[in-house]
């Protein structure tokens, strides 16, 4: 198992995830290696998938401007991941949409422990109510 990969411009193709993302425990992708992705749903399409990885635990998305679209797509992928514990989902232009979305995966989803939304365009009620539903599930 790869402890850590970090997807960059000088890093792995994001093929090379795609292909080896069995062996992934913890993934940064920036958004240079992000935005070479085209169009949006083929990112949304990888990121997605790379989340049907049975031992990911660790998703960093920062600062990849994902917005509404690629949250909601998160929120089916979290639905049925049973390994991931962090995502990190700051500076990603997310709106009221895709916060809504998340909090609907939320209910699902009993395993993910953080979830960071700072820097988004959600209400700050609403960012407090999904880390209370987080921590929650980790009571229940």
């Not at 411009?9 to 080896?20: C, K, L, Q």
């Not at 992705?37 to 990888?46: D, G, K, M």
């Not at 995966?105 to 609403?126: G, M, R, V």
């Amino acid at each position: 198992l790869y402890n850590s990969v970090e997807l960059s411009e000088h890093g792995p193709s994001m093929e090379s995830v795609e292909r080896n993302k069995h062996l992934i425990r913890h993934l940064k992708i920036q958004s240079c290696a992000y935005e070479n992705l085209s169009p949006t749903s083929t990112r949304v399409e990888v990121v997605s998938s790379i989340m049907a990885n049975w031992n990911l635990t660790i998703l960093d998305l920062e600062s990849n401007s994902i917005g509404d679209s690629g949250a909601q797509a998160l929120s089916e992928a979290l639905k049925t991941n049973s390994t991931l514990t962090t995502l990190n989902l700051a500076s990603n232009l997310i709106e009221s949409n895709g916060a809504q979305a998340l909090s609907e995966a939320l209910k699902i989803n009993s395993t993910l422990t953080t979830l960071d939304l700072q820097y988004n365009s959600i209400s700050e009620t609403f960012t407090t109510n999904l880390n209370l539903m987080i921590s929650s599930s980790l009571f229940s």
